[in-house]
């Protein structure tokens, strides 16, 4: 059964793989032998890059932000230059939750932000991998989404919004690439121990509600991530298309 999940030989880009879940998820696949470029927006990356690749196959660290259109093309063209133009898996983590502001107050500019960074870069993350992975009739693609998308969250109008979307183009492209060897699929963390955590972590009562939601007992720590994106990124996964796996500890709506 181990060598359903050896990646051995694969190569896989994770963005917003310096920290949290995303740098659980560049772990996870290292650890089954892939090689993996993560894609951050500082110099961390590199740092990052170094530490996940100990002994084992290459890391590259690639600085960039995916949210960014007028570079996103020459990000994806540095990664695969790393990856000699091939790639077999794509995680789509990158994402922001910008909470300045009530739904009632939220600006334009935060607005555009949340849906470039979380929805526009998926998309043409996906569109620019799919290119080079049809014509091998083989890829797989992970979209990080959220519970929040299943379910919206409470003063959470636009993030919530933004992984539904990222839910449905999931199951969009899936439909659309399925025949053509690609599998798109989607993990939907819940409530995670992040930095995009910090703000209810602060909040005695928000956390009150949080825990009272888990039939777990405790949230999530990013390593939890690991085995629903290794399980849709491996051979164990090749009839799983267009499915969201929710990795929440069976939270209930609050």
């Known amino acids: 059964m181990g060598s359903l999940f050896d990646l051995t030989g694969r190569r ?6 310096t920290r949290g879940i995303g740098r659980a998820i560049a772990e996870g696949l290292h650890e089954m032998g892939a090689e993996v470029v993560i894609i951050g927006t500082n110099d961390t990356v590199f740092e990052a890059a170094k530490e996940i690749q100990g002994d084992g196959p290459n890391v590259y660290g690639v600085k960039g932000d995916v949210g960014e259109r007028s570079t996103r093309q020459a990000l994806f063209d540095e990664c695969m230059a790393h990856l000699d133009g091939v790639i077999d898996i794509l995680v ?3 994402g922001v939750n910008i909470r300045n502001f009530t739904a009632i107050d939220y600006p334009y500019e935060d607005f555009d932000r949340m849906f470039a960074v979380n ?3 998926v998309f043409y993350m996906c569109q620019m991998a799919a290119k080079l992975m049809i014509p091998r009739g083989y890829g797989k693609i992970i979209n990080i989404s959220s519970i929040a998308g299943l379910r919206g969250a409470k003063n959470m109008a636009l993030y919530s919004a933004t992984k ?11 439909n659309e690439w399925a025949g053509l060897g690609l599998r798109v699929n989607s993990v939907a963390p819940g409530f995670t121990l992040t930095d995009l955590a910090k703000v209810s972590l602060q909040n005695p009562e928000r956390m009150k509600q949080v825990y009272a939601s888990l039939p777990v007992g405790h949230p999530a720590n990013p390593e939890d991530m690991k085995g629903a994106v290794l399980f849709l990124a ?7 298309t267009g499915v969201t796996i929710p990795v929440d500890g069976g939270s209930m709506p609050t």
């Open 119 to 121: 929805v526009e870069a």
């Open 12 to 17: 896989a880009i994770v963005t917003g793989g």
């Open 164 to 174: 539904a979307a990222v839910i449905h183009l999931t199951q969009s492209l899936s």
């Open 92 to 94: 789509n983590n990158a």
């Open 234 to 240: 491996s051979d164990a996964s090749n009839h799983v």
